[in-house]
């Protein structure tokens, strides 16, 4: 096995995405071969080096898993928190295999998000290279004009930096009307950012649909494995190899 970055070996491994596991090796919490690293450059092989993170040998996945989850606001989307507030990991009753959130909803938000051990097919869901829709239905305290919804589509600048493309529907007309937002990046907090450039805040986040996955009728706290027919399809669209299982 040829050698590869900590980060991508931590990611694969299922311990965190790729992102995490940069923190956890800049913050001093890996381990090569018995000495503490934090150059996001330093490469190893998996299987052959002793890596440690917080501690733990790592170990390659024994099995990948797959979930898809009903997201209630009032929880983050991490591992843990430090500030004490509930993580979307304690809802996954019964689930023995260690699995991480795919990318974020903010703690007022809520809907559909996946969480894995399988690091690569993360990291393809996450990256905007990977053009891969994310639609949320959003209520609004105000109405966007005519100007400012092209706007919005063509991308406004946050933080000094352009968001992509954005679909933009109105589906009701009213003081505080619903909107269909589709996005192919997913920075922090961007729809409700995006909606604050033009002096309107948000009400209501919900993510309904990653890709073709539909929320459906999961219900709030509820979440399912994903059937291998997604699973293929999902590996399609990321160009990723389909699993023979």
Do not use: C
């Amino acid at each position: 096995m040829a050698e590869e970055r900590l980060q991508k070996i931590i990611s694969t491994a299922g311990v965190a995405s790729r992102r995490k596991a940069e923190q956890l090796i800049l913050e001093g919490r890996v381990r090569l071969n018995g000495k503490i690293v934090t150059e996001l450059g330093t490469k190893a092989e998996f299987g052959k080096d002793h890596i440690k993170v917080d501690g733990k040998l790592l170990q390659p996945a024994r099995e990948f898993v797959y979930l898809a989850l009903n997201k209630p606001a009032g929880y983050v989307t991490t591992t843990s928190d430090p500030e004490g507030r509930p993580t979307i990991m304690s809802l996954l009753k019964g689930v023995k295999t260690r699995v991480y959130p795919v990318g974020r909803l903010d703690y007022n938000s809520e809907g559909l998000i996946l969480l894995t051990n399988d690091g690569e097919f993360a990291n393809a869901v996450m990256s905007a290279k990977s053009e891969l829709v994310k639609t949320y239905v959003v209520k609004v305290n105000g109405t966007l004009t005519e100007e400012q919804e092209s706007q919005f589509r063509k991308g406004v600048y946050l933080h000094g930096k352009k968001t992509a493309p954005a679909g933009l529907v109105r589906l009701k007309h009213a003081d505080n009307p619903w909107y269909e937002i589709k996005l192919i990046e997913g920075r922090q907090n961007q729809i409700r950012m995006m909606f604050r450039h033009f002096g309107i805040l948000v009400e209501k986040l919900k993510r309904v649909k990653i890709g073709f996955l539909e929320l459906g009728s999961l219900r709030h706290k509820e979440f399912r494995s994903l059937e291998p027919t997604e699973l293929n399809r999902f590996f399609r669209l990321l160009k990723l190899k389909v699993s023979d299982e």
